[in-house]
Nanobody, 122 residues
Framework: QVQPVESGGGSVQAGGSLRLSCAAS??????IAWFRQTPGKEREGLAY????????YHADSVTGRFTISRDITKSTVYLQMSSLKPEDTAMYYC?????????????????WGQGTQVTVSS
């Protein structure tokens, strides 16, 4: 399996937007998700997409601000983040797995990217 590869992180001021990209084939994986982690804390599940249907699920903590989507033609899953807050500062990871049902549990996912840093300044 080819591991997911994230891109698009960076530094932004509070209230700004960023779009993260994850290169991961929908033909390989059934579930593709975004997580984030800060030092000393557990990895937090943000959103997942079911690759066969395109259905999505977002954690309550990001609903209304973050949106997961995909472009099948580019084998890419996106995380559009808006109204960013300093507390969104974290390393963001893309994860994928062949097993369903999809969840926001980190243990469900067997393939992980190396992460991309997002820093939000006040």
């Amino acid at each position: 399996q080819v591991q997911p590869v994230e891109s698009g992180g960076g530094s932004v001021q509070a209230g700004g937007s960023l779009r993260l990209s994850c290169a991961a084939s929908a033909y390989t994986y059934a579930c593709i998700a975004w997580f984030r982690q800060t030092p000393g804390k557990e990895r937090e599940g943000l959103a997942y997409i079911i690759t066969t249907s395109g259905n999505t699920y977002h954690a309550d903590s990001v609903t209304g601000r973050f949106t997961i989507s995909r472009d099948i033609t580019k084998s890419t899953v996106y995380l559009q983040m808006s109204s960013l807050k300093p507390e969104d500062t974290a390393m963001y990871y893309c994860a994928a797995d062949t097993a369903r049902p999809c969840t926001l549990e980190a243990g469900h996912y067997g393939a992980w990217g190396q992460g991309t840093q997002v820093t939000v300044s006040s």
